[in-house]
């Protein structure tokens, strides 16, 4: 995997175990706890392909989600390496694993409604400062599994700080709002957008209310985790 000569100077060891040769091992991969039955953005109970229940849906809000890990445990750790420390080769080693389950879901959301996929934006600071977005790497593994348009939707004109520090809900609601602008050229009739992890949803919530307000009719949720 990678440069042998590079390898050989800065071997890699997996995160989980210190298993030599890659940074997450297949044993070590298959730990990690996985969410197989979809659930409602909103009340977190089981749902077909995650679409929100009717007696949940919101004007401006998520109209259907799927996540594929639980934030916890040894995918904590990945993404701390991969978001905090710069070494987004190991996101990608994450995402090389095949997923033909969720791929077939994505698909299955691509046939109901051909929605644009995009990654939630980070603001050009902590673009700077972090070198990658961690979504929009994401959104560019599983863009050609799924076939599905892209096209940069949204920007993030507000920095706004880690929600991750904040533990008030209603805090990470106020600090991220209004920080996204609409940037598209047409406004297409759905959206799924892209995000690393879900916890409180606040952001997500505020991409999508941003996206209908400018006249998208249906906005899905992807992220790589849920917390």
């Keep these: ?21 890659t940074y997450i091992c297949p044993s070590c991969e ?3 706890k996985k969410i197989h039955k979809e659930k409602c953005f909103y009340c977190n109970k089981p ?14 809000g998520i109209d259907g989600y799927i ?35 969720l791929i077939q ?13 995009i990654s939630v934006p980070l603001h050009k600071q902590r673009l700077k400062e972090r070198g990658f977005n961690q979504s929009e790497i994401i959104r560019s593994v599983y863009f050609g599994k799924t076939g599905l348009l892209s096209e940069n939707l949204l920007e993030r ?16 609601r106020r600090g991220v709002k209004g920080a996204f602008h609409f940037i598209g050229r047409n ?27 400018r006249g998208v009719q249906t906005v899905l949720a992807f992220s790589l985790a849920k917390g």
């Design 157 to 172: 004109t507000i920095n706004t700080p880690h929600l991750a520090n904040i533990k008030d809900k209603n805090k990470r």
């Design 30 to 32: 298959k730990k990690i």
């Design 47 to 60: 749902s077909f392909l995650g679409f929100t229940h009717p007696s949940c849906r919101q004007k401006e």
């Design 105 to 117: 879901k994505l698909k299955k959301w691509g046939e109901i409604f051909n929605p644009f996929m």
């Design 187 to 213: 406004t297409p009739p759905a959206v799924l957008l892209v995000d690393d992890v879900i916890t409180s949803g606040s952001t997500i919530l505020e991409c999508s209310r941003t996206l209908k307000k």
């Design 67 to 101: 996540s594929l890990y639980s934030y916890e445990g040894l995918f904590v750790k990945i993404l701390q390496e991969s978001k905090y420390k710069g070494a987004f080769v190991v996101l990608n080693t994450l995402l090389s694993y095949p997923q033909p389950a």
């Design 1 to 21: 995997m990678g440069n042998p000569f590079i390898n050989l100077l800065f071997p890699r060891f997996c995160i989980g175990c210190g298993y030599l040769g």
